[in-house]
T-cell receptor, first 113, second 119 residues
């Protein structure tokens, strides 16, 4: 168990809908990263939050947004969903912004139908 | 250009043998970190080992060791005495220093190596 909790584990929704994925980092970790894993794109970095503030964006679509709350949990919001958004979405947490071990949650498998 | 290259899409190895999974990387940043993750068929990403670019010694974690050759920009994962439970996808990843100005912030992953351990 990595200590990073993601909910829900599975999500099936229709095109055009909006969903929210939730992540609770390991106790004491201030950094939360979101990643998308799809068959065609592989694992891609989406966005990074550190202690409540957005630090960096990767290949995140404008239809997607995230936030990190005062208790350090984070949510990834995906809207106007398309079939191509079907993927495994991971969050990872680490202690700091620097290069330290990063631990992943079990992921949320999103299927858009 | 790819920043992380894993040249072995798949590998078959006999149980109890040692395994080396190849990873080469590309960066001009002097400060970076290298990571290996295991992804079994259940889908979770399991952290295995980390090597910082300034670390003098190769990282080791139990049966896992990282053969870090900085001049060759390679960071191969070595699994000693392989077990059936080692069958999984293995990903090499790199993170450049976010404070160095120009480095990517999140992890950049390779395409992975599918390792199958045979009894």
């Amino acid at each position: 168990d990595s200590g990073v909790t993601q909910t829900p584990k599975h999500l099936i929704t229709a095109t055009g809908q909006r969903v929210t994925l939730r992540c609770s980092p390991r106790s004491g970790d201030l950094s939360v990263y979101w990643y998308q894993q799809s068959l065609d794109q592989g694992l891609q970095f989406l966005i990074h939050y550190y202690n409540g503030e957005e630090r960096a964006k990767g290949n995140i679509l404008e239809r997607f947004s995230a936030q990190q709350f005062p208790d350090l949990h984070s949510e990834l919001n995906l809207s106007s969903l398309e079939l191509g958004d079907s993927a495994l979405y991971f969050c990872a947490s680490s202690l700091s912004r620097g290069n330290t071990e990063a631990f992943f949650g079990q992921g949320t498998r999103l299927t858009v139908v | 250009a790819q920043k992380i290259t894993q040249t072995q899409p798949g590998m078959f190895v006999q149980e109890k043998e040692a395994v080396t999974l190849d990873c080469t990387y590309d960066t001009s940043d002097p400060s970076y970190g290298l990571f290996w993750y295991k992804q079994p068929s259940s889908g979770e990403m399991i952290f295995l080992i980390y090597q910082g670019s300034y670390d003098q010694q190769n990282a080791t974690e139990g049966r896992y060791s990282l053969n870090f050759q900085k001049a060759r920009k390679s960071a191969n994962l070595v699994i000693s005495a392989s077990q059936l439970g080692d069958s999984a996808m293995y990903f090499c990843a790199m993170r450049e220093d976010p404070d160095s100005g120009g480095g990517a912030d999140g992890l950049t992953f390779g395409k992975g190596t599918h390792l199958i351990i045979q009894p």
